[in-house]
């Protein structure tokens, strides 16, 4: 509205300047040399409108052809700058969905149309890594490195190239000089401060946090935690060479970060030996209401030097009580009262606190109940299946970071380099599932599991020989006798039906002997079984008395045949025989068989 407002009052101006042009007298002359020129004012108003309008049209032509090439220039650079932008995208999509080949065809007409745009050079080095060309990927991030406006970009992609090739310093390198030229980069700062924890570099990765708390990379609740982190790691490591550091270290560490498991037990390790034995105990239970850990139970139950088992006993159980039944950590309660009461023989107590997990017992609740059967009844039977349960029982929490599981806290995961990864819980491989939990145990471990059977009473082994009781009367041929067999050739199969029963009889034996987990008979024990469950005797016995053993008779004189000399030619008693002559059929037709040599050709030709 207020633009047609407008454009009525310029074409109202317009027309009340006309009017006063027009209603203007007089006359305007124009003398040039020898021409002389008359007209009216609105003539000449009209006159100079006019040439205004010419020259205005005509420097508009001669305008637009000289800058004609210019715009031609313009429109093809646009033109092939929009081919270079639509083949980028195609190729970025290419990448993402995986096409290779496509990501390829694009990220030449890319370089093609649009050499110098960063994109272009992005597109090269990713289709480059997705076909594998880690070479080509490397020289085109090592361009990118080269420009200013790409220099960070190419840095990241020849840090992921060292990564891949196992270079960790060359990685570290590049990663340090990103950080120099950005030290909000975030991918370097992490990967700057993992590379210095791998190195144990302590001092370094403290001074990385600082840098990433000043940029904004980390929030200050964040930056106590990982500081304290790095603070106990660098106190664990100097324990042993400088304590009064170590000290200083992990005291300002259980300040930072209270709740961290090995910082509360090692501070509380320095405050017992410098005889604080209340400050001792309230870093241990700060830590233990926010995760019972059994290190932080043994660190309770040794905090006053030279306590009895039964003074750490009735320590462990304060400690417990301060953990809610409902709460996970209960079960750490548990199991650290069931140590220190085997440790105090207060073996009925041990047992009342495990009764509860020992329908589905965890490994080390399987151990704990081993150690209990060996030092209260020295029963090896029962503390042995209660090992081999705890082979196939469920894994117990342990220090897990990123799928790893570690026998101790670490700082720093093995497998990504993130700070403060190892958390104490459940390894993966032990959680439940739809295909059972745990392997099926054996029958020995039932049977020793299970109520001990009734024993067996068997009579004390004389220090007599005792004599085996006698059997039934055998026949005299049936008499033991180990000398060579000179029985017929079909007499040999109960000699071999017997030899295989023996051993038989000897391996169900052992078996029995296993199963019930009694000691071996004595000879004085063993006796033959009743006549009524044996099968009968063999009509060849396989063992016989040594008394009954006859001399063996006089060896046969081996006798030597003669063998001629290899030189002696000796005497044909054949006599000479043709090679030619055929021996087949009968001894007759042998009589009538043609003669072989010359009397046979000639035999055969006269015929």
């Known amino acids: 509205m207020l633009r047609i407002v407008l454009f009525l009052i310029l074409i109202a101006l317009a027309a009340a300047g006309g009017a006063w042009v027009a209603d203007q007298p007089g006359e305007l002359v124009l003398t040039w040399g020898g021409l002389r020129a008359t007209t009216t004012f609105p003539g000449f108003v009209l006159g100079l409108g006019i040439f205004a309008a010419a020259t205005v049209l005509v420097w508009s032509i001669v305008t637009m052809v000289w800058r004609t090439p210019g715009r031609l220039r313009r429109r093809r650079h646009e033109k092939r700058h929009a081919r270079g932008r639509h083949a980028i995208t195609q190729g970025l999509l290419a990448i993402g969905h995986g096409d290779t080949a496509l990501a390829r065809r694009h990220a030449d007409a890319a370089r093609r149309h649009a050499a110098n745009d960063p994109l272009a050079l992005l597109l090269h080095a990713q289709s480059a890594q997705l076909e594998g060309n880690r070479d080509e990927a490397q020289r085109v991030f090592r361009a990118m490195a080269e420009r200013e406006d790409t220099r960070l970009l190419g840095l990241r992609g020849l840090f992921i190239e060292a990564q891949r090739a196992d270079d960790a310093f060359g990685a570290v390198m590049i990663a340090e000089e990103a950080i120099k030229l950005s030290p909000s980069s975030t991918w370097a700062s992490h990967a700057v401060l993992g590379f210095r924890c791998a190195r144990g570099d302590w001092s370094g990765a403290l001074a990385i946090l600082d840098s990433n708390l000043s940029a904004g990379l980390v929030d200050k609740q964040a930056y106590r935690r990982q500081r304290g982190v790095l603070l106990t790691a660098r106190a664990l490591e100097s324990e042993t060479v400088d304590r009064d550091v170590a000290r200083e270290n992990v005291m300002e560490a259980v300040k930072l970060a209270p709740t961290l498991v090995p910082a509360a037990v090692l501070a509380a390790k320095f405050e017992s030996e410098a005889h604080q034995v209340r400050r001792a105990m309230k870093l241990v239970e700060a830590a233990w209401l926010a995760n019972p850990h059994p290190d932080l139970a043994d660190a309770y139950a040794h905090v006053k030097l030279g306590d009895t088992a039964w003074h750490r006993l009735q320590r462990i159980e304060t400690l417990a009580a301060k953990t809610p039944a409902d709460k996970p950590g209960h079960v750490e309660g548990q199991l650290a009262i069931a140590r220190a009461a085997i440790d105090a023989s207060e073996f009925v107590r041990a047992r009342e606190v495990l009764a509860p997990y020992l329908k589905d017992p965890t490994q080390r609740v399987a151990l704990l109940m081993a150690e209990l059967e060996r030092t209260e009844h020295g029963d090896g039977g029962r503390a042995r299946a209660w090992t081999l349960r705890a082979v196939r029982a469920r894994l117990d929490p342990a220090w897990t970071a990123d799928g790893y599981v570690s026998d101790r806290w670490r700082p720093v995961s093995p497998v990504t380099g993130r700070l403060d990864a190892f958390q104490w819980q459940t390894p993966v491989a032990s959680l439940p599932s739809d295909k059972g939990t745990m392997i099926e145990s054996s029958a020995f471990e039932e049977a020793m ?49 017997a030899a295989k029963e023996v051993p038989k009889d000897a391996a169900q034996e052992a078996d029995r002997e296993i199963a019930t987990e009694q000691p071996a008979a004595t000879p004085a024990e063993r006796t033959d079984p009743a006549p009524a469950e044996s099968p009968p005797p063999p009509a060849t016995p396989v063992f016989r008395t040594r008394a009954d053993l006859g001399k063996p008779g006089p060896a046969p004189i081996p006798v030597i045949p003669i063998v001629r000399a290899p030189d002696d030619p000796g005497i044909d008693d054949e006599g000479p025989s043709d090679e030619f002559t055929e021996q087949i059929g009968t001894p007759k037709a042998h009589a009538k068989a043609q003669a072989g040599g010359w009397r046979g050709f000639w035999s055969r030709w006269g015929a």
């Open 449 to 497: 599991l299970a109520a001990p059977p009734p024993k067996r009473v068997t009579a004390a082994p004389s220090q007599t020989p005792v004599e085996p009781p006698a059997a039934a009367p055998a026949p005299a041929p049936a008499a033991q006798d180990n000398s060579p067999p000179q029985a017929k050739e079909p007499e040999k199969e109960p000699e071999k039906q």
